[in-house]
Structure formats: C-alpha cells, structure tokens
C-alpha cells in the first residue's frame, strides 16, 4: 500500500533534478498534551527482583531467553574470539527455545559474532550472508538496511552494488527513517537512486516522520535527533526555531535534558526571541524531572535579569547558596536506578541458579561457567554449608581452565591451612593463575598467604617477594579518601592519577566511582563525559554505592547532606541488601533518635545480618544495648548471636565469625578461626581481631602470634594512624612532579598532537592550581598560528567558553579579525556571522562596510537565519553595496520562513520605501 502511495503522488509531483541546497522543510512536532513518557520505563525494564524471599521459582522458556540473550552480548563484548564455540552454542540454544529468533535473526547474531570475533573465512565458508539473501522477503526494513551494508562493502560476500541498492530502496518503501535519511542524502549529493521516483522533499519529509515513530519512551530522544537536523542544515534549512519546538516537544514529553536545553535557547537568545515565560516554565519542568542548572548555569540565569534569585529558590525548591552539591555539575541525573526488593531471608533459590545448573549441562561450557554457579550457589545456600559442592564445581572450573575458579578454588582451600597437602594444593592454584594467566591478584593473594595466613606465618622472605611483584604490576588500589580524590593535582601527584584512570577504565570499583566524583567536580567537564562515567558507574552496584559514600563523605552543609542522604535511598533502592548497612550508618548519624528512623535501621540490619554480615550484626547488637556498659552491650551481643547464630555458621563473614567467637565451644571457635582467616584482608584490622579472639579464649601464645604478624605489615601502624602509604613515602625526596610546560614538552616528543590542547585545558581552568591566564592565552594563540581550515573550529569554542582574562590576553596578543576569518574560511556559519558583525562594529569606511556584506552573505548562504536579516537590513540602507531593496526583501522572506522573529517587521519598514 505505501509502494502504490508513494507511486502515486511521484506521478502527480514531476521528479526533481538533485538539490544542491538543503531543502526548507517545516517538519513541526505533533500537538499533543504534555506527559512524563520518556521517564516511563522501557518494556522488560527496571524488573523487580524478587529472588530474596520464599516461594518457589519458574524458570521459563522467556526467561531463559532474556538470560542467553544477555551472555551472548556479554561475551561478545569481553571476548568474542575467545567464546566463540560457546556464544555459537548459546545461540543455538536460543533458537531451539524462541521460534522467533530461529531463522533470520539467529543467522544475524551468528553473523554479528563472526564480525566481533574477526573470523572472516568462517564467515564466508559457513555462508552466512547469502542465507539472508535467500529469505530476504522475511527481513524486517532494519534487516534489508544491514544487508546492504554487507553487500556495498563486501563484508562477507563479494560486493553487489545493484543488489545493495535494491535493499536500502526496498527499506525506505517501507517507511525505514535511515533509509530514507540516506537516500535524501544521496539525493542531495546528485546522486540519484535507481527506481526511486519521490521528489526530495517528500523524501525528507517521509525520513522525519520516521525518525519521529511511535510515541514511546525513547521519543525524547528521537525528537532531539529531528532538532540535531535542523540544526546542522545539511539536509533541510538550518532553523534554530524549529529544533527549539522540537525541544519543547521532548521536554513536554518528560525529555529532562531537552528541558534544559530550551532553557539554555532563551538564556542565549538575543531580545527579540527571548521568551522569559517559556523559560521559566521549562526551567521548571527541568527541575521537575530532576535536571537543575549549575553555579555557571545560574549565574547565567540570574545575570540575564530574567530569573531573580526568590525566582530561583521558588522553582528549584531550595536555596542554591546553601547547596553547592545540588547545583554543581553531577552525573546524577545521567544515572538510571532501578528496583530491587529484598525479604528479610535469602531465598535459596533463584532463577539464575536454575539456569547457570543448566548451562552446565552444555558440552561447550567453560570453566567460568562452574565458577558463575559455584559464587550464585554460595550467595542462595551460604559460603560454608555450601562448601562440598562449591569446591566440586570448582574443582571442575580448574580442569576446564578458568584462571577465577582456581584463584577461588584457592582461597576455599585456605580454611585448611593445619592439612600441607591442602595448603600446598592452594599455593600452586594460585602460582598458575600467575604464570598461566598473568593474575596480578593472586601475587597480592600469594603475599597474603605467606604474611598471614600459613601456619607458621609470616614466612617474610616469600611474602616480600610476592609484595615486590604485586608492586611492580601497579595493580594496587589508590588509597584516596573522599576529599582527596577531588584534591589530586596532575602536577603533584601525576602517578596516582594515572593508576587511578587506568584502574577506572579496567572497571575497578571504588576507582569509578572516584573518577565519577572528579569528573562532576571539573566545572570544564562535557555532558558527554558525565554520561560516560555515569553508564560505567551504573553497571556496578558496588561503584554505585561508592559513589555514594562518597556523596555523604563530601557532603558540606545540612542541605548538602539531604541531598546525598536521599540519592543513597535510591541507591539502596537500587542495589537491595547489599546497601542496606551503608544506608543504615548514614540514618544513625542523621535522625536515629526518631522512633520510625531507629525501626527503619534495624529493620535494615536484620535484612544484612540475614545474609551474614557481620558488620550489620555488631551494629545491631550495639544499637539494641541498654546502655553503653560492658555489661550491658554483652548482654545484647549475647541475644543478637543467638538471633543469627545459624546464619553465622551457613554464610557468616570474617566480622560476624569474630563476632561469635565468646558465644561458641572451643572446637568450633577454632573452626570458625581458620574460616575467618581464609577470608581475612592481611592487615592491622584483621590481625588485631584475631589477636583478641585468642586473648577472650585466654590463648596468649596466639595471641602474641597475631600481635606478631602485625609488625610486618606494610606500612606498619604509624602511616596508616597518620592516613599516608607507601607509594607516598616511595616518592619522598625524589624530585619535583613535572611543571605543566615539562609535561607538554614530553608528550610533544612523543608525537602527540593534542598536547598544546591539554595544557590550554589545564591552564584556562580557573578552579586549577595550574590556571595561568597568560599561558593558556599564549597556548590558545600558538594553537590558532598553527591551525587552519576545520581545526580552527574547536579552537574558536575554546575562545569563546574560555574566562574573561584569557579571552583578554589572547585579544591583546592577536588580531580577532583574524581568527575569525580562518574560521569562517573552514565554513563555519556562526564564524561567518560574528566576523560580519564584528567588522560592520569596527567599520570607518566604506570598504570595511563592504568586506562585513560579504561575510554576512556567506553566512546567510550558509542558513543563518540572523545574518540573513542582518544581510537584508544592510542591503536594504546600503551599507556596504549599492541600496538593493528588492535583494533586502527576498533575503528577510528567506529568514522569514526560518521563523526569525524580527524578519517580517524589517521586511515591512524595507518595503515601505519601494516605489509602488
């Protein structure tokens, strides 16, 4: 049907020669009520968990689907040569399960893993992509767009532009929104396609309804691509007023970045198109849906006299003053937490165990697949009454190879350290994982081993070897707390920046969140990089709440302290149980006195205590004491134990096995010693605990023992009492970090172009201790010396974004004329527009009239809706060319269309002097 449509009114309208300019199409939004859609969930999102509680659990054929779906995607991103038999199985597995997916697209996602996995005469041999072609009638219109690309690059089979083509126009019949795009651009390029009679208009037109599509969360973000297009002007008319009612659209749609956007339109609007309703209407509305602006963003809002600061505090909801956290920079609202209920008992059950038990079965399942069910089967059933059949499925993760199933393998065996056949089984699972698979983990786990947890421990010659090679790796965590993990300067400590970058982008926990905390601390810090840290943050429910420790540890004022308090709630809501005893210590410190808080805190620590935590238990034992007297804390510490004695001795934790050490006979307090030292952290803390638990069963030889071991930790107490470490100490008296000029002088030997960048970077920042306007201006002019063509374009925004001194002292050393002309030379229409003006600004004769016409024109020629009006007024008086009223009214008719707002008055004062 849409095939005849089209036809049909390609008949009636004459097909069109190929546009060389962009097309002035008015693609305007849907007139539809405002609405929260885009905050709407997406179907299968934001799922609640509800593996905690009791009941049984069906696992269904759909869910094993959402399950294989997920390891297919997993580890084609983490290692798709690697996996390739097992992913290739899985989506076998897939197929026979989902009827859907068997066929075409089960032929894609082998072909998407050949790709990944860069197997390129499998691909060929096994034929893959002619299968397609073969069921081409049963492809979606994405599927024919996907299969014109094999063909017109000729991935997979040999290049068949006539059939490549068939299928991009086979695609856009069908209503493809990129098919579409691709043929107007085609169009546009003079390129005509074979059997495509539409006229480009209607082309266009077709590609932005497609783009627009279904009204469903994701619309919000389909119509910021209609906005980016009006934007760009290279397929329809450049038009700011249009992609503003585009924005206006997402916004009303529950869009919050596209709410702030309009906001930011009218902050940066000149008079005559500035709307101070519709901006605080949308500044609102961005509030509401949890975006508010920053310190430069408010100072913008208040020095545009639009916005009071009463104005401020009755929209924001608070007085920004005093809440520097709430409107600084965050990666908070790029965050997307969901849902997770937890009961008060772990359910021994759960639907992932029910599937990794059966993926086990798979003749092609590695060794990490044993690991996954071991970990799942300890987190349902509990670390110790677990154990036999862990450590067998373990043992089978070894001989299939799995370097994390060894490593954890050992780790078990640990518990046994009095049996040497155990302990040595121990120190050559985790000797291979070094040797074989290069594990940086275990040498620390091997120092462990020897330092602390062997019998005759510590055996030092052994342990400093181990610690030697595990600093060698810098693999070691950076010990950075909250505050200074924002303090860190690349000019004093360039090291432990570097390893904490690195650590952040191998995915370390608790280096994410840091880096999440320095990139929102930056006032220079991109949207895009905010979104980045805070998708690498959201993977992890762990860097989750990191960060949000962190957001209470920075926390500087009561207002601030709301404000972290109730982004850790969401965590927590996020995260389940997992977050509960953070989350409790925060509600202690601020409101524990409030009988429902204290109900609320203990419910929480049960709700850990529940799964073991020892911490969680100890805490509980505190709070429900009578008083803060020996007596009376043992007296509680007595009736907790007995609360959680059977969770202890199923999945107890290093803390909760300490924690029962008085209450237990002597066979089993030596039993749960050895169990807490398989899983103790060799240090001061740990040591100490053990020391004590010896001494409450009168053992002072042990006692001693621990006390001993202590003296060789590294570090020893007085630099962790005094919060320093060894790589401090390590750089103690041995030169200066390098300058700034030294560090681009390096990475200028070393070929890297963006060098003199980076330093402009650090040194136009004001809120840097390396800011110095005079370099950075000197850095921007050097930079604008060298540049020429596009790479003037960057440099330009960095101008204009950069503080006042700068801007200044770049002024004095050169000529803006001059900048301006490069920029607007490598075709930027903005450049164009602001050159124009600046030297009609500067004119004294007649000739500087008539080089500003000129750039104006190349600007209004490039879309600019303002040089267009400022082009008409000047060739509507003469400024810079003969008087040419009737070339003033076409041009003002041209920005007209554009939506210009003071087009039509100009264009009536202009007309009014034209003869009849």
């Avoid at 996907?146 to 532009?161: F, K, S």
Wanted: with cysteine; net charge negative; charged share 30%.
């Amino acid at each position: 049907m849409r095939r005849r449509l089209l036809a049909a009114v390609a008949a009636v309208l004459l097909p069109q020669a190929a546009l060389a300019d962009p097309l002035p199409i008015e693609f305007l939004p849907p007139n539809i009520a405002p609405r929260d859609l885009c905050n709407a969930p997406d179907t299968g999102a934001g799922e609640v968990n509800t593996e905690q509680g009791t009941g049984d659990l069906v696992l269904t054929d759909a869910l094993r689907v959402q399950f294989i779906d997920q390891d297919i995607r997993r580890l084609q991103r983490e290692d798709a040569a690697r996996w390739f038999d097992f992913i290739d199985a899985l989506i076998s597995w897939q197929a026979r399960l989902d009827s859907d997916f068997a066929g075409v697209d089960e032929t894609f996602a082998r072909i998407t893993l050949h790709l990944r996995a860069r197997k390129m005469d499998e691909l060929r041999a096994r034929n893959l992509i002619p299968q397609l072609r073969a069921r081409v009638g049963e492809l979606t219109n994405n599927q024919r767009l996907a299969l014109a690309r094999y063909y017109e690059d000729g991935v997979g089979v040999p290049v068949d532009m006539a059939f490549a083509q068939e299928m991009l126009r086979e695609a856009a019949f069908g209503g493809n929104a990129r098919a579409l795009t691709q043929i107007a651009r085609l169009q546009l390029r003079g390129e005509l396609l074979e059997g495509w009679d539409a006229p480009m208009d209607l082309t266009v037109t077709m590609a932005l309804g497609g783009m627009l599509g279904e009204l469903n969360p994701g619309v919000c973000q389909r119509a910021e691509r209609i906005a980016q297009e009006y934007l760009k002007g290279d397929l329809v008319v450049a038009n700011a007023d249009i992609a503003q009612a585009w924005r206006r659209f997402a916004a009303d749609m529950g869009g919050a970045e596209a709410a702030w956007r309009v906001v930011e339109y009218h902050l940066n609007a000149d008079g005559a198109r500035k709307d101070i309703e519709e901006m605080r209407h949308y500044l609102a509305r961005a509030r509401e849906l949890g975006v508010a602006p920053d310190d430069r963003q408010t100072s913008l809002l208040l020095a545009s006299g639009a916005i009071t600061e009463d104005d401020l505090e009755r929209i924001l909801g608070f007085n920004h003053d005093q809440d520097r956290r709430r409107v600084q920079r965050s990666l908070i609202p790029h965050l997307e937490l969901g849902l997770k209920i937890n009961g008060l008992v772990v359910n021994k059950d759960s639907l992932r165990l029910q599937y990794l038990r059966e993926q086990a079965l798979m003749p092609e399942a590695p060794g990490f697949v044993f690991t996954d069910l071991a970990r799942e089967l300890i987190e349902r059933i509990g670390r110790w009454k677990a154990e036999p059949e862990a450590m067998d499925l373990l043992e089978e993760a070894v001989r299939r190879g799995d370097e994390n199933g060894m490593q954890m393998l050992a780790e078990m065996l640990v518990r046994y350290r009095d049996d040497p056949r155990r302990l040595n089984r121990a120190e050559n699972l985790l000797l291979e994982t070094v040797s074989r698979f290069g594990m940086a983990s275990s040498m620390q786990k091997l120092d462990a081993l020897y330092r602390c947890q062997v019998v005759d421990a510590p055996r030092l010659p052994e342990a400093e070897l181990w610690a030697a090679n595990y600093r060698a790796t810098h693999d070691a965590e950076v010990e950075l707390s909250a505050g200074d993990a924002l303090t860190l300067s690349p000019f004093r400590s360039p090291e432990r920046i570097a390893r904490l970058q690195t650590h952040a982008l191998m995915g370390r926990t608790q280096a994410r969140a840091e880096m999440g905390q320095r990139m929102q601390s930056n006032p220079l810090v991109s949207d895009r990089a905010l979104r980045l840290w805070s998708e690498r943050i959201g993977r992890s429910d762990k860097a989750l709440e990191s960060f949000g420790r962190m957001e209470l540890d920075l926390a500087q004022s009561p207002a601030e302290w709301d404000l972290a308090l109730e982004f850790f709630r969401r965590v927590y809501l996020n995260n389940g149980v997992t977050s509960a005893l953070d989350l409790s210590v925060a509600l202690l410190e601020d409101s524990a006195r409030d009988p429902e808080i204290a109900k609320e805190i203990l419910h929480l620590l049960t709700m850990a205590g529940m799964r073991g935590e020892g911490a969680s238990i100890r805490l509980k034992s505190r709070v429900m004491a009578e008083n803060t007297g020996p007596a009376a804390f043992m007296a509680s510490a007595a009736r907790v134990y007995e609360e959680f004695k059977d969770v202890i001795e199923d999945r107890g934790d290093f803390l909760a096995l300490m924690f029962a050490i008085p209450f237990v006979s002597q066979d089993k307090a030596d039993d749960y010693i050895d169990r807490a030292v398989s899983l103790m952290n060799c240090g001061n803390k740990d040591a100490d605990e053990l020391s004590d638990a010896y001494a409450l069963r009168f053992d002072p030889t042990l006692s001693h023992h621990w006390r001993r071991i202590t003296l060789h930790f590294e570090g020893g107490h007085l630099l962790s009492r005094l919060r320093l470490t060894n790589e401090q100490m390590a750089y103690f008296d041995k030169g200066r970090a390098p300058t700034p000029q030294e560090v681009v002088a390096r990475t200028r030997a070393d070929g890297d172009p963006a060098a003199d960048l980076r330093l402009f970077d650090l040194t136009a920042n004001p809120d840097l201790p390396s800011y110095d306007p005079a370099l950075a201006a000197e850095r921007l002019v050097a930079l604008l010396d060298r540049a020429e063509g596009q790479a003037l374009l960057p440099l330009l925004h960095r101008y204009r974004t950069a503080p006042e001194p700068v801007r200044q002292a770049a002024s004095a050393a050169r000529d803006m004329d001059d900048i301006y002309r490069k920029a607007a030379e490598a075709g930027d229409t903005q450049a164009s527009y602001d050159y124009g003006m600046l030297l009609r600004d500067r004119a004294k004769a007649p000739a500087d009239l008539g080089r500003a016409l000129h750039w104006l024109q190349m600007a209004a020629e490039g879309g600019h809706d303002e040089a267009m009006v400022e082009l008409g007024f000047a060739l509507g008086l003469g400024l810079g060319a003969p008087r040419d009223a009737k070339a003033a009214l076409d041009w003002l008719r041209r920005a007209q269309s554009a939506s210009n707002p003071r087009a039509a008055d100009l264009a009536r004062l202009i007309g009014a002097t034209v003869e009849p």
